[in-house]
């Protein structure tokens, strides 16, 4: 929730639905708070403090090929029919921090300082310093798969050094295997991040790996979501009867491949499984009453998920 003093603004619905995308009036103290507000928001899982962190936004130009079957005018009316722009398709970077007990645990490390994402992506630290986090406390990143919007925030731009050589890094086996292989095996468009997944990661010592659905930290466990890539994981935080399920990239933005789960970006490696495993968590999530999380669905992006039509509608908390 956001902080609200007694010497609050009260906007109208109007102005306050542009902002946040609420549906009710909010009272805060002006701007300056607003944008501190948004750039992260937390979270009570339980006693589990959970953080949405934004690492900025991608204003990704529009593409033929950008969903499979799916024009640039449909495109577009699905943007404009969430009340968002359709000059470019605005795709947020969104990392989950987690702390529990005393733990501080980030899910996926962002675009490393912009590393890519375009010129408004990178900004993890400023968004960690506003919510009174420090990298350097970060004992544990769980790895949701190896795109490179989610683990350039690992390695240095030039040198490729370690960001978090005190902390575990934590990936399911499969997706260390799929980016490892022979690089010939691999399709071209995905070469150029192999080559740099193999000069890293492997060679590195703080490297766990996961198989299966399997607890990895206190409160968390680890749910194979496989499609997006072939070893996408998804985590499960619970605590004290509460559940919110991280589901990375199981989808992209909420315009797109939530409130229609059935298209396929280019973005998918496996487009079916990934039709399948989206639907999955997300009627899982339904029945079990827990709250879902998506990487790319800005902030906030802590919610809960309903069946509206084919497709799903995402409730901010
Ligand atoms: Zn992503």
Known sequence: MFQISRRDLVLGA????????????????G??????????KKYMIGDIEVFSLSDGVWEKAHDENFI?????????????????????????????????GGNLILIDSGTGAGQTGGPKAGMLAKSMADAGLDPKSVRTVLISHFHGDHIFGLMAKDTNQQMFPEAEIVVAKTELDWWTQ??????QPRRGLAQRVQATIPTWKNVKTISG???VARGVRAIPAHGHTQGHTAYLISNGGQQLIVTGDATNALALNVRNPDWQLVFDHVPDQAVATRKQLFDRAI???AMVAGYHWGTPNVGTIRKDGNGYAFTAA
Do not use: W
Not at 14 to 28: D, E, H, Q, T, V
Not at 182 to 187: D, F, L, Y
């Open 14 to 29: 109007a102005g306050a639905s542009a902002m946040f995308g609420l549906s009710k009036p909010i009272a805060f103290i």
């Open 31 to 40: 701007a300056a708070e607003a944008q501190q507000a948004q750039s992260f």
């Open 68 to 100: 499979r079957g799916v024009s640039v005018d449909q495109t577009k009316a699905a943007l404009k029919a969430a009340g968002q722009t359709d000059e470019f398709v605005p795709v947020p970077f969104t990392i989950i921090a987690i702390r529990t």
């Open 182 to 187: 022979p690089v010939e095996s691999i399709p």
């Open 213 to 215: 659905e399997v607890d």
């Open 287 to 289: 029945a079990e009453k």
